[in-house]
Nanobody
Framework: QVQLVESGGGLVQAGGSLRLSCAAS????????MGWYRQAPGKQRELVAT???????NYADSVKGRFTISRDNAKNMVYLQMDSLKSEDTAVYYC??????????????WGQGTQVTVSS
């Protein structure tokens, strides 16, 4: 079991910045992949940014150049720095951990989500 707790959401004006944090209950070094997803009202959950255990980082095209994902292995923390925020970034942001268990396959764990609202 992996527990994820997000924090850092809030209300910000367009052009502003926010930093989201995700605290994991286990060592993130052993996790296959971790990242951030978001879900806006009436829309499907979508990938924002992820990194794999091997170090590969992926960003959604809509956030490239504005968002930065990072991690602190010693603290078991994952961060999402969001700059130049736009109204279309408004959504609930979820932290995700994709864990591979031997002989059992992959499992996805999700945090409870944190609301980000960008006012125009």
């Amino acid at each position: 079991q992996v527990q994820l707790v997000e924090s850092g959401g809030g209300l910000v004006q367009a052009g502003g910045s926010l930093r989201l944090s995700c605290a994991a209950s286990v060592s993130i070094v052993s996790i296959n992949a971790m990242g951030w997803y978001r879900q806006a009202p009436g829309k499907q959950r979508e990938l924002v940014a992820t990194f794999t255990r091997g170090g590969t980082i992926n960003y959604a095209d809509s956030v490239k150049g504005r968002f930065t994902i990072s991690r602190d292995n010693a603290k078991n923390m994952v961060y999402l720095q969001m700059d130049s925020l736009k109204s279309e970034d408004t959504a609930v942001y979820y932290c995700n951990a994709n864990v591979v268990y031997p002989f059992r396959g992959k499992f996805d764990y999700w945090g409870q989500g944190t609301q980000v609202t960008v006012s125009s």
